[in-house]
Antibody, heavy 119, light 108 residues
Framework: QVHLVESGGGVVQPGRSLRLSCAAS????????MHWVRQPPGKGLEWVAL????????TIADSVKGRFTISRDNSKNTLFLQMNSLRPEDTAVYYC????????????WGQGTLVTVSS | EIVLTQSPGTLSLSPGERATLSCGAS???????LAWYQQRPGLAPRLLIY???SRAIGIPDRFSGSGSGTDFTFTISRLEPEDFAVYYC?????????FGQGTRLEIK
């Protein structure tokens, strides 16, 4: 079955960088658009970024534009989120999620990885 | 950007009762690209409903959705203990994808 496993979270100082990974299995990774969604502690969900199946199209939320970059390595079935110039307000659980395609939205999610931005 | 507003913020009900949650959009959600997710504490969101009224694979038929345009409704016909969680609506008709702020369904 579909399995998504995020890694790379941790505690980082403001202004520093962090790279998140999402390892995918159980489906043909290169056929699906993928997303990152985040959730600050005790708050709601915020969409962050998406990347098309072949990596040619990327869209980033305005709140992180210019600081975060989404990418993927289809040969390794892995999705990435490069986060630069981190701010305390970026503190959240970061989820990767598969876009189901067609009429389907985000149909499978990873368990999330916590990023804490604090001095 | 389409802003989604969910109501109520918190709903207190007992097992066996019917739950009705609302999601209002700031502009029309085309093609009914409106989804509902359940999130239990400490877990990732789970897709329940897509296309406003279609149940995702494996979702029990006590969960249903309806609506179009700017007004959508999510219903749990008869609450089970495991249904007490937070529910989010999401639109995926236009970029950026947006979520409602959530409705917390708690045991009365």
């Amino acid at each position: 079955q579909v399995h998504l496993v995020e890694s790379g979270g941790g505690v980082v100082q403001p202004g520093r960088s962090l790279r998140l990974s999402c390892a995918a299995s159980g489906f043909i990774f290169s056929s699906y658009t993928m997303h990152w969604v985040r959730q600050p502690p005790g708050k709601g969900l915020e969409w962050v970024a998406l990347i098309s199946d072949d990596g040619s199209q990327k869209t980033i939320a305005d709140s992180v534009k210019g600081r975060f970059t989404i990418s993927r390595d289809n040969s390794k079935n892995t999705l990435f989120l490069q986060m630069n110039s981190l701010r305390p307000e970026d503190t959240a659980v970061y989820y990767c999620a598969r876009d189901g395609g067609g009429d389907l939205p985000l149909d499978n999610w990873g368990q999330g990885t916590l990023v804490t931005v604090s001095s | 950007e389409i802003v989604l507003t969910q109501s109520p913020g918190t709903l207190s009900l007992s097992p066996g009762e019917r739950a009705t949650l609302s999601c209002g959009a700031s502009q029309s959600v085309s093609d009914k690209y409106l989804a509902w997710y359940q999130q239990r504490p400490g877990l990732a969101p789970r897709l329940l409903i897509y296309d406003a009224s279609s149940r995702a694979i494996g979702i029990p038929d006590r969960f249903s959705g309806s609506g179009s345009g700017t007004d959508f409704t999510f219903t749990i016909s008869r609450l089970e203990p495991e249904d007490f969680a937070v529910y989010y609506c999401q639109q995926y008709a236009s970029s950026p994808i947006t979520f409602g702020q959530g409705t917390r369904l708690e045991i009365k």
